[in-house]
């Protein structure tokens, strides 16, 4: 996946991480995109995120795009990337065996 990376530097350059999330905009689905660098985000304009969204759509066919996903481009990884509660603070989320 250094294809990809390197791309993904070409579209917004210092980009290492991509985070996507599903939303519901005015009752039509769209896709929010963050780009990040090592040190936080990336001021990258609205045609860079959608770059950079399009690149790991062809990238990775078969993902579900439809829940939120975090590229890692240090590790060519994809993963889910849903919020987790920390399990020091005591609390089960609703529905969670106790």
């Known amino acids: 996946m250094r ?5 993904l530097d070409q579209i917004a350059p210092g980009t290492v991480r ?3 999330v599903p939303v519901t905009r005015d009752g039509r689905p769209r896709t929010w995109v963050v780009l990040d660098s090592a040190t936080g985000p990336i001021g990258a304009d609205r045609e860079q ?4 969204y399009g690149l790991l759509q062809r990238a990775f066919p ?3 795009w439809s829940r939120p ?13 849903e919020p987790t509660m920390p399990a020091e603070l005591g609390l ?3 529905g969670a065996d106790r």
């Not at 294809?3 to 791309?7: G, L």
């Not at 996903?69 to 990337?81: K, S």
């Open 3 to 7: 294809v990809v990376a390197a791309q």
């Open 18 to 20: 991509v985070r996507t």
């Open 49 to 52: 995120h959608a770059a950079a």
């Open 62 to 64: 078969q993902a579900d």
């Open 69 to 81: 996903r975090l590229y890692d481009a240090r590790t060519g990884r994809l993963t889910v990337d």
């Open 92 to 94: 089960a989320a609703e």
